[in-house]
Structure formats: structure tokens, C-alpha cells
């Protein structure tokens, strides 16, 4: 028996070595090139977050590793994910609440559990717009309208169900009592696809990304009835927020970094120490302004308490709105 | 307990198999039932889904949407599917959840909104279980129906393949039951192998238990301690499987030689030679150290190939020494009937010199008769009166009259009665040899005369026997004690070891002093007190 009880014994202890003998010969982490990997085409938001992240880590110094950009398109980030997954500490990969989502309605296997939170970086914010010549002139009228007779209102969205632009409305209108079951929404191609449409009169409202409409607004072109902040967006202070507008509801469209699993506590806190400083940056602060994002950073420990919280609001939503009425 | 577990060996592996199968077959049945009934579980929610999917994409059931009127051939679609996968009903919903198309058994019925609100919001694909009844169980693979209207698309309504759990669990139990028979074959095979094994082995041992077979060496190393004779057995190899105590006493072997090569522990070569050789020995006589030994030997056979040898051996010295003192009796009665037989021709002299009126002679010799015999007597009665020595001198006597020697009792011989721990047979063996030798050694001599002298003044039993003979060659005193030295020829030699034997029995001691052609005296000395009383 005791003869026995040594081997996993002594097994523990080989790991224990080969753990400790990792981290203390990675003291000096990251040993080689950083790899961030966007899962999207070059050109979108994870894209453009990805590269940005490059320019200002590498410009700025606070990485002397070289930081190269890879795009693993496809399947709403499960490509690159999967591809994450599988790599060592220096690959990390930028996120969105896809990674929460796409396991919620059943289109992946992943979870943000499979992967270590490194940080949340900024936000973009959610806005419900209308035409210009609308009859809705505040959201509660669109609301209201719409629980009167669900169907009979067209409302856009791009470039499918379930991402934050339908979840931001689907939330909103469950707050305010209507089954979204009966909301009628059309799918569009993008985000450029919904404005044309709602500029061309085809749909009564769309919900979208705030920059998407956000010039429009004030060429005053169409019409913005609520965002998804919580304060007053810069700029555009006269448009409510949903909160202003009587749902009690705030809706960040986050973007964040994450590492493969069972990164060391070491290599979380470089990152930490690296990105706190990264978003002190002047040179972030442009890049978010230049996007119309919001600073939202929260570093490990805090991202990984705002990914259960926001999986446990994605989890009703998907699962238990169904039930409202 | 041990009476539990003292069972025969049949029921032991039985036992033990049975037990180990079971253990080992019931939990992989339950293993295999458990991983085959989740993984048709799995199975039939991929199907659901997967049809669902696919029905969803179904141009027939596209159209009704399109034009906003269920069809026949809708409905025709989703009965033929239905069959194909062997789901019990399908039903498309619209966006407002009310029945779009049906194919089933049971009438349309209403459907369960809330399953189809994922599909209806999100346009997710998934399986989900209506767990409302409980004996009915159903299992839903749900799945959009999304219209591409060019521009964008739009959920219209959502289709739901539904299975009835119980026609899974049917299914299921049909898989378990065939696993269970599987098992259950094994499970004999299984009780049959270990019944053939148990009969394998039981008749390997001659049907003997384990138990049985225990008692039985035990009895035989009993049986094999407790034989006076030694007791070999070695195999083929030399290797000593067996030596009982008397081997290892007469052989000189150490205490534990079981498992040591038979080369090893015996050292000499003619010795081994014999105990070694193919073919069985019976009663071959060996000189060993300083014994005789009759060795017997015979060869294990199995399949009249040699495996190992079995070797007796008895001490032939003690047999010896047994025929020596039946002979010295022998020797002692031949010599009272030579005593009878002088008589009597002595009594025919007198009895011619009668008959022949010569009385003068008759008388002279009856007296010169009567006063050997009165100093024999005087002597023999008075101061020896140890009846042992008596009844040997007499034969003596008789035996010298009859060789014509003259055997004389030297004045001054006196002895008491002999302590008890002096036997005849010692006596026999000492006082006749030394005798007969002197005799032997006047037989060829002109003046035949040998004289006994005996005393037990002092602590000690002392006897002289001279004889008036050729004496000894320098240096033959000390030969003369060795076994098997002889002046008188072959295979003889024994009567002067035994007595030194006997004396040194008895803690005496003999010496010898010879002149040539001068003669010969041995003297005896026995203490009268035995080493044993000694030592108290």
C-alpha cells in the first residue's frame, strides 16, 4: 500500500518540478515573439482592436518581444479560438461576448471558461436609431408602439441574431414587458447594410453599433432614440440613455484579451502590469477616440468577475426570456 | 473459520472466479450500458436536430412560407422525413407559434411556445426535452426556419422533430439486453473454464486436496526421521531433495543439506561413485571414514527416464559387531562341549587302565587328575569368584587340554565379583580374543604355555594373558589395534579392533609389550567404576 501510494506521489512531485522548473526558467516572460491573434478578416472590430493593441504595446515600448497580428477568420470567433486553445502563454487572442454567446445558442462547444481572462479594453455602446421623419420620437414610443402590435414594426439588424446589436434591443424590449419572440427582426448583410436600409425606408428602427450611426445622427440624417451607456455619450449628450429612457438596462458591446488555458500567475500579472500601463497611453486614448470606443479596462481578476456576471445576464436572456410575458 | 475456509479446491477457485467475473462483468455491463444509453441519447438529439436543419432548409417547406399558405406538399415532406428517422410527430410553427404544418400519428395539438423561443429570437439549432409528462417524455430538435428575402432575412417560423423517449429507452433496453446475454455467456464460459481447471488440477494431484496432500508430506518426513536407516534422495541434477537424521549420523553430514549439490556435502569420490551410478544397488558394501556402510540404492523413474535417486545406507560396523559377540558365545559353548568331550575320554583311559587291571596307572592318573582339577577348582572357587570369568576360563580350559597347551592361572590371581556395568559380552570379546591370539600364537611352538593372570586390588580390573610365542616385529604394537590387520591372512582382523573397542567402552586401556621369539603380554585395565557413574 504504501508502495503504491508513492508513484502518484512522486508523479506530483515531477510536475510540481516541471511547473516550478517552467516558471522560474520563464522568469524573464515572454521568452519569444507574441502572437495575437484577431479571429476575424482583417478590417473589422477584432481586427482593428488586435492591430491596435500592436501598435501601441510595440510603438510605446512596454513590449521589447516582436508582436505579430494573425486573422483566423470564421465561425464567429470559434476558428481562433480553437487555434488559441491549443497554443502555449504567447498567443493570446482578442474576445468579445461572442465567447460567451456562441456557447449560449449552441454554436460552440467553447466557454470563456476554457481560457485564461487577461483584460476587457474598451466598449462600444449600443444604439437604437430610427429615420429622421420618424413617428417615434423617444424610445418609449417605439416601445410602446411595438407591444401594441409586435409584428407590424420592421426592425434591422446585422450581421445576425444574436449578436450584441439583437441582444441590446432583445434585452430592452424584455424589460419593458414584450415578449421579443414576436419582434420582428430582418438580418441583414452588416452593419453598413442596416443603415442603408433604415436610410431607404425598409425597416422602421435598427439597432446597431453606436458609430455606425453616430455621424448620421448629426448630419441629421436618422434619428437616435437611446443608447446603451450608462452616462450621456460624448458629443451626442442629447440623445437619452436607456436608463433616461426608462429601461433599466446598460449594454457595453465589450472587447477584451484573453490567453489560452492555465496560464501562470506570473504571466498574468506581466500582462496586467503591461496593459494597465498600455491604457494610460496617449497614443490608446487616440485609437479609442478615433473608434468611438469607451476606456472599459479591467484587468484579470476584475475580467474574469465581469465574464460571470455578464454569462449569468447572456444565460437569461437566451435561455429564460422566453418565459417573460 | 478455518473450517470455512478448509474447502475443498474445487469450490476455491469456483469461488474465486465466480466472484472476480461477476465484479469484473458487472461493471463493465454497467460501463457499457451507461456509456451506450448516453451516447443514444446524444445520438437521437443530433438526428432531431440535424433533421430539423434539414427540413428547415427544405425549398417545399421555403415556398409555404414564401407564399404564406401551408401546402399538402409541405405536410407530405415532413410525414415522409418523419418516417425515415422515426420520429414520432413534426410540427412547423410560425412566427406567432400557432401549427404551420404537421405529420403524425396524433392529432396536430397545440405546441409549446417557449421551446421555440431560441430558434424564434436567436435562429439557434438545439434539442430540448418536454419533461411535462412523465411516462411520455419527448425529445424536441428544433431549428429555424429562416427565409432569405434577398436584401436580408427573417425568422418565419421554427420546425421541431419530435422523438418519444420511450421508443429511445426501447431501443436502449434492446442493447442492454443483448450486452447482459454477452455477459452472461462470458460469465459461464467463464464458471466452465474454472470448473476444468479445478478438475485439471485435482487430477494432477492424484485427487488429493491441498490439504491432503500437506498432511501427507508431513507424515512422510515423519516416517523417513524416525527409520534407523539413512535416507537420500536426490534429482538428476544432485540436488539433495531429502536426508533423514540417521543419514546425516552416519554420514557425517552437516545439519541442513536439502537443496546443496550431493557433491558437495559427500567427499569421497568412490562413495559417490556408487550412490551415482544408473542402475540400482542392493546392498553393496563400502568402507567410509571409519565405518562400513551397506549402501542400497534405486533410480526414480518417470517415463523409464532417471529423475533422481533414492540411497539407503546402513552402518555396518553395529551388524558386525552383533555377529562377533554371537560367535564369541558360540565359541564359549564349543568350548565347555570340548571341556565334556575331554572328560569323557579321560573317563575312557581310566576305564581302559581298569579293564586292564593296571590300577596303580588308573589311581596315579585320577589323582593327577583330581589335583589340576582341585587346583583349578581351588583357584577358580576361592579367588576368582566373578561367575562371568568363571564360565569363560573354564571353556578356556577345555579348549588348551584339547590343543595340548598349557594354560596356566598364575598364583596371586584373586577377583572379587565384576562391577554390573561390565557385561559377559565385553568380556567375551576381550578376554576370548586375547585368548584365542595367544593360543594361535603357541600353536606352533614346542612348549605350548600360555598364562592369565587377573587382580582387582586397587581401583582397577587388571589382566595379563602372556603367551611363551614368537612375539611381535618391532613396530607392529601399533597395527595389530587396526581393523582389517591380520597376521593370520585375509578378511580377518576384526578380533583385535573389537576388543580395543570394547575397552575403550568401558574407559580401559591395553598394552602391549613383546619380545621376538621371547612371546607376548596384552594388559587389561578396566576402572571398576563406569564413566557414567564417574561423571555423577
Redesign the interface.
Known sequence: MKKHGLIPFLLLVLLLAACSGNAAGNKEYPTNNIEIVAPASPGGGWDLTARSLENVLTGQDLVKQNINVVNKPGGGGEVGWQYLKSQDSHTLAVNSSLVLTNNL???SELTYKDFTPIATLATEWQALAVPADSKFKTASEFLEATKKDP?SIKI?VGP???NDD?LSL?QAASEFGIN?????????EGGG?VVT?LLGG?VDAVTTSLSEVKDQHLAGKLKILAVSSEKPVKGIEDVPTWKEAGVDMVFPHWRGIMGPPDMTEEEIAYWDKKLSKLVETKEWQKVLDNNDWEGFYKNSKETKAFLEEQHALYQKL??D???IN | MEKLLRVSLQVKILGLVTFLLLLVLSLVTIMIVYMESKEDVRNSENIAVQTAITLSYMPAIQDAFISGNPTEEMNDLAGQIMEEVDAATIKILNRQGEIYGYAGDDAPGTAVREDHYRALVFGSDYSTYNNENEHDQILKGISPIIIDYGDYKKVEGSVAVEFKMKTIYQEISNDIKKIIAASAGVFILGIAGSFLLARSIRKDTLGLEPYDIAALYRERNAVLQSVKEGMIAFDHCGRITMANMSAREILDLPEFVEGRSIFEVISSPKLLELVNSERGLVNKELQYHDKTVIINSSPILENDKRTGTVVSFRDKTEIKQMIDAISEVRQYSEDLRAQAHEFTSKLYVIMGLIQLGKYQEAITLIQEEAEIQGQVTEMFFKEIRDEKIQAILLGKFAKASEKKISFIIEEGSSLHRLPDHIGLSPLLIIIGNLINNAFDAVSNQPNKKVSFFITDLGNDIVFEIADEGSGLKNGMEEKIFQKGFSLKGKNRGYGLSNVMEEINYLNGSIEVSSNEQEGTIFTVILPKISSQAKLL
Open positions: 445558442l449552441g454554436q409584428s434591422g445576425g441574431l444574436g439583437h432583445v421579443p419572440s414576436e419582434l420582428n427582426f430582418l438580418v441583414y447594410d436600409a425598409h437566451v435561455k426570456s422566453g418565459l
